[in-house]
Nanobody
Framework: VQLVESGGGLVQAGGSLRLSCVAS????????YAWFRQAPGKEREGLTC????????YRSDVAKGRFTISSDIPKTTVFLQMNNLNPEDTAVYSC?????????????????????????WGQGAQVTVSS
């Protein structure tokens, strides 16, 4: 069971980037997926999470208007589209998965996916935004 991120890199301020997270070894639709980030010297921050079966989606205030989570079910892939990036978005971005039952039972669609409840984590992808 693993999640593998890709798509990180260096981008100029105002630019866009799309991260991918490929899931393997699990029943893709039985999980909800989340994106987190951690900047140097800062705590991990939850951005957005989504159930795959019915696309229930939570976005943090940081993510609203600029970051969008989506999925390609046949490819068992979750994406994070990031637009209008700024240097404050520089961080390691990680995807994670939580059992769908946990997501629904705890109403994560209204309050986000807590990092300490995520069952599976990817290795992280560095995103650097230059000014």
């Amino acid at each position: 069971v693993q999640l593998v991120e890709s798509g990180g890199g260096l981008v100029q301020a105002g630019g866009s980037l799309r991260l991918s997270c490929v899931a393997s070894g699990l029943n893709f639709a039985d999980y909800a997926y989340a994106w987190f980030r951690q900047a140097p010297g800062k705590e991990r921050e939850g951005l957005t999470c989504m159930s795959i079966r019915d696309f229930l989606t939570y976005r943090s205030d940081v993510a609203k208007g600029r970051f969008t989570i989506s999925s390609d079910i046949p490819k068992t892939t979750v994406f994070l589209q990031m637009n209008n990036l700024n240097p404050e978005d520089t961080a390691v971005y990680s995807c994670a998965a939580v059992p769908l039952a946990t997501f629904l039972t705890n109403n994560y669609v209204y309050r986000g996916c807590p990092a300490n409840t995520m069952a599976i984590w990817g290795q992280g992808a560095q995103v650097t935004v230059s000014s």
